[in-house]
């Protein structure tokens, strides 16, 4: 399959090859001050300009995220979530924490929505980001917001990959919720659900160190 990855990385090594969604400067020194339609608005452009090149389109923030794994393995794990669009999950449900008792009941740790990593088949991504930076252009919520509630409403096939099989979130404590003891295969294991994460995500402020260290020959 033709995929676009829209980040601005180190991925190079697994074989994958970055774009930029968004290359214009964004105001603001902090999540409090960013705005945040432009990712939105920036990602519903991307796609709608590359739809007939794609079939699937992988969005991931940028300076936060470390990749572990390539499109093989990655697009096996999207496949076997059965659904045209999965979106990272973690375990804080951010940025409106009254929504937590309206998410699916789970035995997973990670059972809320993370827009910081997400993939999806290029139709069913296109609709859903048309949606989204319509609600974004009246800047009142940022992007992360926007998906949860369109996560929520089910109005489009939205699956959260809730053993953090192809995105891994730090937030809240979760690196210590991984074991780096394999020296042989270089990779991280999600100790409760034992998957190998594709990439993690430093969630703005996580420190990805330990991971990238962890990787290196």
């Not at 990712?39 to 936060?64: C, I, M, N, P, W």
């Not at 499109?71 to 929504?99: F, G, H, M």
């Not at 730090?170 to 409760?192: E, F, P």
């Amino acid at each position: 399959a033709n995929l676009a990855l829209a980040i601005d990385d180190q991925p190079k090594r697994h074989g994958l090859d970055p774009q930029n969604f968004d290359p214009t400067d964004w105001e603001g020194a902090d999540w409090t001050t960013i705005p945040w339609y432009k990712k939105s608005e920036g990602q519903a452009r991307f796609v709608r300009e590359h739809a007939s090149e794609y079939t699937h389109f992988l969005f991931t923030d940028s300076y936060d995220i470390c990749f572990a794994a390539g499109w093989d393995e990655i697009l096996r794990k999207y496949e076997a979530l059965n659904s045209p669009i999965v979106c990272a999950a973690e375990c804080y449900p951010w940025p409106k924490t009254e929504q937590a008792s309206l998410y699916p009941e789970t035995i997973h740790r990670c059972k809320y929505l993370n827009a910081g990593g997400w993939i999806g088949e290029t139709q069913a991504a296109l609709a859903m980001l048309e949606d989204v930076a319509a609600t974004a252009a009246k800047r009142e919520q940022c992007d992360q917001g926007i998906l949860v509630d369109l996560f929520l409403s089910k109005k489009h096939p939205i699956e959260l990959d809730r053993t953090c099989s192809i995105f891994y979130c730090m937030n809240m404590g979760s690196d210590q919720n991984l074991d780096l003891s394999d020296l042989a295969r270089r990779r991280a294991k999600a100790i409760d659900t034992s998957e190998e994460p594709c990439l993690f995500h430093g969630n703005g402020a996580s420190d990805l160190t330990r991971i990238i260290d962890h990787m290196k020959p």
